[in-house]
């Protein structure tokens, strides 16, 4: 059997009267009904049989949205947060997961007490839009699991300048300035903690059943070759393991070293070596790739116990290439799709 999945940031799908982050960030009632219209139509090309959402504010406006479109199965696993002086105001989103296929588990991903052990964290450290965690029926095959992400983005965190009222200009420029480097670094931190989290949420997964199709979809809000998109990934060359060498390591080990990865489906696909990759966000005119469909070694056509293969990676960008549609009434992402194949004739119990 032949399933399409997919990752969609919707680009502040907050309907009226709510804003998102300043009041003045609204959508009209005519852009919405266009907004709306447009998502709709880009859900059709994409025909996936799963999708993530990203960005999500208005969670029963989605809801209905998908289900006309065909996808019966939607949730989520946590409630956008509002300002807390107006709560018409929201100040953060979720993410979601639809499905043309029962969802026989729904959970949350929280930061975890190794993670929170193993990195310099604050103990109360969380994500800063919970992934989600949703098991997927599919009939004649049996389970896959997918998780959808959306990782603290590149935007400076906001930290409190160290300057009194009196101080002279200059000394307040230097301040301001100075929190905002320690902002950008805080931002990189974030997004780092989450891709190790959710990296070792999967690998566990993995190791307990290690032939189970995996994937992450997601908005990782990084390039290919960042540290948080290898944290997340894995997919450097393992050197050694306890003093001994990659290439004197029992065949066990070995094969360990590819189970625990995580592949970029545009990898994976065929006909991609030497092709270049199609930007998912352009920002200042310059095209770059931040979002991503990962898949475990399951998946893996080189893995001679795979269960399925990748065959087909595509990337939805035709609306960000002078349309005349602003972003607002679309996305300012593109939407990237996996064609998996799954053999039915497996014996496992996934």
Same mark, same amino acid.
């Given at each position: 059997?032949?399933?399409?999945? #997919?990752?969609?940031?919707?680009? =502040? ?19 919405? !009904? ?11 090309? *994409?025909?996936?049989? %799963?999708? #993530?959402? !990203? ?20 949730? /989520? ?5 509002? &300002? $807390? ?21 729904? =959970?949350?991903?929280?930061?975890? =007490? ?19 965690? @949703? ?10 699991? /997918? ?29 301001? *300035? !100075? ?6 670094? @805080?931002? $990189? ?21 290690? &032939?189970?199709?995996? $994937?992450?979809?997601?908005? *990782?809000?990084? &390039?290919?070759?960042?540290?948080? %998109? ?10 050694? /393991? ?44 310059? #095209? ?9 070694? @399951?998946? +893996?056509? !080189? ?6 293969? %990748?065959? &087909? ?27 998996? =194949? ?5 014996? $496992? +119990?996934?």
């Amino acid at each position: 059997m032949f399933i399409r999945c #997919g990752t969609f940031n919707l680009y =502040q799908f907050a309907a009226p009267p709510f804003s998102w982050y300043e009041k003045e960030n609204f959508y009209t009632a005519d852009e919405w !009904q266009a907004k709306k219209a447009w998502i709709s139509s880009r859900l059709k090309e *994409m025909d996936c049989d %799963v999708i #993530g959402f !990203q960005e999500v504010f208005s969670i029963d406006e989605l809801k209905a949205l998908v289900n006309a479109a065909g996808y019966a199965y939607f949730d /989520v696993v946590e409630q956008p947060e509002h &300002d $807390l002086h107006d709560t018409l105001i929201f100040t953060s989103p979720v993410v979601a997961v639809a499905a043309r296929f029962p969802l026989s588990s729904v =959970q949350a991903v929280r930061f975890s =007490q190794q993670s929170e052990e193993q990195l310099p964290v604050e103990a109360d450290f969380k994500y800063s839009r919970t992934p989600v965690r @949703a098991e997927v029926e599919l009939p004649g095959f049996g389970n896959i699991l /997918v998780y959808v992400s959306h990782l603290k983005s590149k935007r400076a965190i906001e930290l409190q300048p160290d300057y009194d009222d009196a101080d002279p200009w200059k000394k307040k420029v230097l301040a301001t *300035m !100075q929190a905002r480097s320690a902002g950008h670094v @805080a931002a $990189l931190l974030q997004r780092g903690a989450e891709a190790y989290d959710l990296y070792m949420a999967v690998s566990t997964q993995i190791e307990a059943q290690p &032939d189970k199709p995996i $994937l992450v979809l997601g908005d *990782m809000n990084d &390039d290919p070759d960042s540290t948080p %998109v290898e944290a997340l990934s894995n997919r450097a060359w393992l050197f050694e /393991v306890d003093g001994v060498k990659y290439q004197n390591l029992p065949m066990e080990a070995k094969v360990s070293a590819y189970q625990y990865k995580l592949y970029d489906a545009f990898n994976l696909a065929p006909n991609q070596d030497g092709l270049k990759r199609t930007p998912t966000h352009y920002y200042r005119g310059e #095209g770059n790739t931040l979002d991503y469909i990962f898949v475990s070694n @399951a998946l +893996n056509e !080189q893995n001679n116990r795979a269960v399925g293969k %990748v065959v &087909d990676f595509v990337v939805y960008d035709e609306h960000l290439h002078s349309d005349g549609v602003g972003n607002k009434k679309q996305s300012d992402h593109a939407q990237p799709v996996v064609r998996i =194949q799954l053999n039915t004739n497996h014996e $496992l +119990n996934l």
